[in-house]
């Protein structure tokens, strides 16, 4: 992702430093703040809900320099890039924390932003979840073909894919039956970034969107992202996309696939966090066969 909102020397007054009068004496700090993101939306729609406000970012970086003092400035990068990297279009942050007036011993120039400093680079790092089905055409190839695809997105990392299962079809005309399967991994990427990624995996397969809830080459829909067991799960609807996935918890063409990818995943219900093993004990599974035998990866 090249799309990147930078904040450059914010200053900030204040005693941090290893030695007991810096705790004391103010000294002068300054921040560069560069953010990766995905810009695109926010740029076609004018709207600030689809980028990051670098008045919150300048805000919440200068009430962490305004803390009690703290050793080094290592630790003031490490809490100015968590925070950044809360805001869900964050991807990827860089973080420069200058002290310039260090008592290091030793003379720099006085000309520019001179002196002690250190740079952290931290990039986003999400579990995620993305259901797949299928119901027409060869659909063992599409989903295999899809699996593949997803392990080409920049940013998504696969870490499981689990076996496939024969669906009946819920809701909508009527049509072929499902296979279906769930891949979980890690995302540095924006949930809206990589909803933008499936939908043009589907589109590369044929997929439409004329009747709702209607037969399809393919299907994938991005179930959760983060960790409700950790309370590091997104939870909005932002009218494009809703996390997390609204009817997951009642669809056991999910969580069947879901539990056999990871026998330990939670799912957060209202506010509850359930564990999906158990969410599917008490859904319709009625409907749900194991599928043929695959090797996507």
Not at 11 to 34: M, N, S, Y
Not at 59 to 78: C, F, G, K, N
Not at 127 to 137: E, F
Not at 274 to 289: F, K, N, Q, T
Request: aromatic share 4%; glycine share 8%.
């Amino acid at each position: 992702m090249t799309d990147r909102i930078t904040l450059t020397q914010l200053a900030v007054t204040t005693p941090h430093g290893v030695l007991a009068h810096e705790k004391r004496e103010p000294q002068r700090f300054f921040v560069d703040i560069a953010i990766e993101c995905d810009l695109s939306m926010a740029g076609a729609s004018d709207d600030l809900g689809q980028t990051i406000s670098y008045a919150d970012v300048a805000q919440d970086a200068e009430r962490i320099l305004l803390q009690p003092p703290v050793d080094l400035i290592e630790s003031l990068a490490e809490q100015i890039a968590a925070s950044v990297l809360a805001h869900p279009a964050a991807e990827a942050v860089e973080v420069t924390v200058h002290k310039p007036d260090a008592p290091a011993g030793v003379d720099f120039s006085s000309i520019g932003l001179t002196g002690p400093a250190v740079t952290v680079r931290r990039e986003q790092h999400r579990p995620v979840v993305i259901a797949l089905g299928a119901n027409l055409g060869d659909r063992v190839a599409t989903l295999a073909s899809a699996v593949r695809a997803l392990g080409r997105i920049d940013g998504l990392e696969l870490i499981e894919v689990s076996g496939l299962f024969e669906t009946d079809p819920v809701g909508g005309p009527q049509q072929p039956d499902y296979l279906n399967a769930v891949a979980v991994g890690n995302s540095r990427l924006s949930p809206w970034t990589l909803l933008d990624r499936l939908h043009e995996i589907e589109a590369g397969r044929g997929r439409t969107r004329e009747i709702r809830w209607g037969a399809r080459t393919l299907d994938l829909d991005l179930i959760q992202v983060g960790d409700p067991a950790a309370d590091t799960d997104l939870h909005f609807d932002s009218g494009k996309l809703t996390l997390p996935h609204p009817r997951a918890h009642e669809r056991a063409f999910v969580l069947a696939p879901w539990a056999a990818a990871d026998p330990q995943a939670r799912l957060r219900v209202g506010r509850k966090v359930v564990p999906v093993a158990e969410l599917l004990r008490v859904a319709d599974s009625s409907g749900i066969h194991i599928g043929p035998q695959w090797r996507p990866w």
